[in-house]
């Protein structure tokens, strides 16, 4: 593909950056105390090294009453103007033309109590159901001290050597609580009518322009608040006309946090908030960024080539693969290590706290740690079994220089990742095969498909080193019953091997559980291809038609032991998930043992310690964990002959993501 657009350079104000790729700001949480660390630096040395144009470091806080995280950066004060300093010198010194930009961020009622120590300010006081706390409404002179302290963060960004800086006034952050209805219940001449309403970002956005003469300004807007009574895509274009009078850029995201919609999970189709973007762009002459879910530089061009867009924010995907930019120009698309959408090691980890990584890329957060080692002997590695951890070991041991055999009992690549990409809104993990057959070509490792391994064979093969990867087994649940002919084990289901319930139950309530009731229910739905289709031919009304897409087809019930559903779930996919059950009527119920399956009934304990019976029911299914699937290993152990080391669910039942990461370990450790 020929990217015309892509690396187009484009001048923002005073300033031009290099292509239409921009990183934007993402709390990685790996500040110490608010300051900037070396991992931080060398996290983001290594994006400028990948190619990207401009990176967006934030949110920083600007002060205490807009620190959102513990773990966050901060400008509030001139203390951490020298690890600012290094950090920007470090990304100029990486890379001469990137452009580097401050974001500068302001919870307001977003903050919470127990991290500033008091009460969150906002325009009015309003609960917030993000930080559960009801802020304490700014005073005027509130209001010119947070606008102070915005002036004050940008002319320390100017000292500290960024580019630029830009608002993050998105999501329902501070600005965006002035901005909206539902948020601002002023009375004085910041509340009200719009004109009042946006009279604080102005005011700000003017005070930040006086100070720091000729730098550069962008501002971080939803493109629609997402939330009833709030501003919609419409509002936001007014808005965005007006304020795009005063600043370089605007920056297009999707709704608040709080929105019912989801922002930036696997199922938000790609490119989907683009028209939010395009939206705006209608409205203002300054440029602007589209973003969430631009994971493929293909699409990136296409929106910049509709002309809905001049610059593309590339999030996550970047954490998954740092030089994305470089090899989308050296046109090695197939190399893209893209990001899945899976949150769990972005979004999930820091609602837990814990640093940003990544489910793709094991180095992400650890560049410097993580270096490929150099080979010193070359040996024969033979993997068995290729799912992500064992694939994961073949690629670093192979290029590292090592020769990689991988065997295979099936008669294709990817193990446990051919379960995980069928459940709906699960498809881009299909990606991760579709790279690992292209590295097993790129770095010549060999393939033996439908190869059952045992010593005998391992004997033959002779190989310095194995890397036992053969996954796991699921637990069988003790219930009289377990071994009808129409009980069987969720993953069945999903490879194609299991037939589907009309009436259903599900025992084990955990994310393969859900992800399976989920799946059941809508078996048989129309697809969204036949749906276009037929309503583009107006063959089918289109509600009828939008029934059939979206509606139940079959009764599901999943009885879960503990007293939560989807326990493994991340905070960001978990709700989705659960809400989507709702709508599609599945029963969840919780606290419940399962005692009997018979013929066509399940009988289970309730959490009232009473029996109950689900009749009629016709296929059963148990989620109920797995167990390694270790027995090559004992053996080898036992023989003594050879080094080996044990990967993914075969040591101990992980996500993907931990199987990725040991796997990238055991790959550059030998
Ligand atoms: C861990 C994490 C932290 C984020 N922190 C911020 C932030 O501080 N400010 C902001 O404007 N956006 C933040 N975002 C949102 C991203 O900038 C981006 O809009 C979002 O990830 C969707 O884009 P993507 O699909 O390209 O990743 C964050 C995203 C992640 C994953």
Redesign the pocket.
Known sequence: MKFFKLFEPLKINNMTISNRIV???????YANDGFITQKLIDFYVERAKGGAAML?V??CYIDLYAK?HPM?ISIENDKYLPMLTELTKAVHNARSDVKVCC?L?HGGAYTYPQIIGRAPIAPSAVYSKFSKATPREMTLDDIKNEQQAFVEATLRAKKAGFDAV?I?A??G?LMDQFLSPLKNKRTDEYGGVLENRIRFPIETIELMRSSAEDFNIGY?ISGDDFVPGSNTYKEKAIIAEILGKHLDYL?V??GWHVTKTP??TMD?PEGCYTYLAENIKKHVSIPVFA?????IPELAENILMAGKADAI???????ADPYLPIKAKRGELRDIMN?V?C?QG??D??FKLSS?TCLRNARAGNEARTELKPLKEKKKVMVIGSGPGGLEAARVAAMRGHDVHIFEKEDKIGGLINIIWVPPGRNEFKRMIENYTYWIQKYGITVHLQEKVNLDKIKEYNPDVVFVATGSKPILPPITGIDRGNVYWANLVFSGDAPIGKNSVIIGGGATGIELAIYLAKYGALSREAFDFLTFYKALEPDVALNMLHGARNKVTVLEQLPKLGSALGKTTKWVMLDKCDALGIKMLTSVNVTEIGQNYVSYMDANDTEQVINDVDMVYYATGVKPNDNLYSELKELGTYSVVKIGDAKKPETVMEAVSRGYKVGNSI
Do not use: H, K
């Open positions: 990183m934007p700001a993402i709390n990685l949480n967006i934030g949110g959102g966050m974001q961020y830009e993050c998105n999501a952050y971080r920056n995201t999707g922002q930036t938000v973003s969430n879910r631009i994971n924010c590339m999030g996550r995907t970047l954490i990001c959408g949150n972005c979004f980890s820091i940003v």
